[in-house]
C-alpha cells in the first residue's frame, strides 16, 4: 500500500509564501508521475504542479512564476514552494502519486489534504 502525508498548509496574507511536502511509503515505481491537485469549495479539483520520473515539470497558468514543484527521492518527499500567494490560491491541496505499471496503465493514490488559506 501507498500512503502520502502533506504538510505545511496554514495561514498566510496576500503576497506572502508556504511551502508544502508530501512525504511517501510504500509502493513506489520507479516510473511515476508526483504532483499537486487543489480544490476549493464550489470548483473542481484542479492540477497544480506535477513532476515526472525524469523531472520534467508542468504548471497551470495561473500559477506559473509564483510556484516551484520539487522532489527528494532519497526521502520519498515532493514539495510545492508557493510565493506570492494571491486570495484565488485559497484551497485545499491534495498530493498525488501516480504509478506506472508495465502495460502503462497509471494507479493512483492521494493524500488527506492539506489547507491552505490566503488571507489579510
Known amino acids: 500500500q501507498v500512503q502520502l502525508v502533506e504538510s505545511g498548509g496554514g495561514l498566510v496574507q496576500p503576497g506572502g509564501s508556504l511551502r508544502l511536502s508530501c512525504a511517501a511509503s510504500?509502493?513506489?515505481?520507479?516510473?511515476?508521475?508526483m504532483g499537486w491537485y487543489r480544490q476549493a469549495p464550489g470548483r473542481q479539483r484542479e492540477l497544480v504542479a506535477s513532476?515526472?520520473?525524469?523531472?520534467?515539470?508542468t504548471y497551470t497558468d495561473s500559477v506559473k512564476g509564483r510556484f516551484t514543484i520539487s522532489r527528494d527521492n532519497a526521502k520519498k518527499t515532493v514539495y510545492l514552494q508557493m510565493s506570492s500567494l494571491k486570495p484565488e490560491d485559497t484551497a485545499v491541496y491534495y498530493c498525488?502519486?501516480?504509478?506506472?505499471?508495465?502495460?502503462?496503465?497509471?494507479?493512483?493514490?492521494w493524500g488527506k489534504g492539506t489547507q491552505v488559506t490566503v488571507s489579510s
Open positions: 510504500g509502493g513506489i515505481f520507479s516510473i511515476n508521475t
Open positions: 513532476s515526472t520520473f525524469a523531472n520534467t515539470t
Open positions: 498525488n502519486l501516480r504509478n506506472i505499471r508495465f502495460n502503462g496503465a497509471g494507479d493512483d493514490y
